[in-house]
Each structure stands twice: as C-alpha cells, then as structure tokens.
C-alpha cells in the first residue's frame, strides 16, 4: 500500500491497527460462538441418537410380543382346525327319520327333537339346518 499511495500518516495508521484489532477480535468473538455452536449440535446429535436406540428398543420388545402373540393364535387355529376335521375314527351319526306330516303332536316333536340332536351331534351350521329339515319332509309334509 505505501508503494502506491505513499506512507499514510500516523493517525491513519492508529486507526488501521485500531481496525486490525477490532477484526481480531470479531473473528475470535466469531470463533468462539462458532464453536459453542459445534458443541450444542453435538450434545443435541448425541441426545438425539441416545433417544432413537431407546425407541428401538421399546419398538422392538413390541415386536417380539406382537409375533408371540401370532404364534399363539397360529397355534389355536392348527389346533381348532385340526380338532374339527371328520375323520374316519369318529361315530357316524345316525340321520333321523323323516316326517310325513302326521297330525300328531308326539310325532311332530319326536321329529324335531332327533333332528335337533341330529343337528347338535353332526355340528351341523345354522345357515344349513332348514334346508337339510326340508330333505326330510316327505309326503304331505312337503307341501
């Protein structure tokens, strides 16, 4: 700067080295603000990570119970299922006689009481039971 300007003078100098040092002292004021910053993000990060293992963990033990939980319910419908199969070792139900339409009382719940066993004894659904009833109306009872 003194090769093209020549030398300032002495006050200008002053107020140069007063401008340096004030410069020195933002960028130290600047650095040390930058560097507080570093440490918080850094303390948040941690905290932050040390939350997200927690959660993963709770997320996990859920997990764990959840497919415990399925295994169980998997395990009662083989079960259920397999319990409910016919097989060949079963008693097979005799069918019931089929009505005529007699008009006598005793005959007519004598019918419904061996279909409702029948019924009870077959595991018969309820959607089925009036149209397997209906196959065993013969006679006057049809109409």
């Not at 941690?46 to 997990?63: M, P, R």
């Not at 077959?122 to 089925?128: F, N, R």
């Amino acid at each position: 700067m003194e090769e093209h300007v020549g030398q300032p003078p002495e006050c200008m100098r002053m107020v140069l080295f007063e401008e340096i040092y004030l410069l020195k002292r933002l960028l130290e004021d600047l650095k040390g603000t930058v560097d507080g910053l570093l440490e918080f993000v850094e303390g948040r990060v941690t905290s932050i990570s040390q939350d997200v293992e927690a959660l993963t963990d709770v997320v996990n033990i859920k997990i764990d119970a959840i497919t415990t939980d399925v295994r169980l319910l998997k395990r009662a419908v083989v079960s259920d299922t397999a319990n409910n199969r016919p097989s060949s070792s079963k008693v097979k139900v005799p069918k019931p006689k089929p009505f005529g339409g007699a008009r006598s009382a005793k005959e007519l719940k004598i019918f419904l009481w061996d279909m409702k066993n029948y019924f009870q004894a077959a595991k018969v659904p309820d959607g089925e039971k009036v149209f397997i009833t209906i196959m065993y109306l013969v006679g006057d009872a049809k109409f």
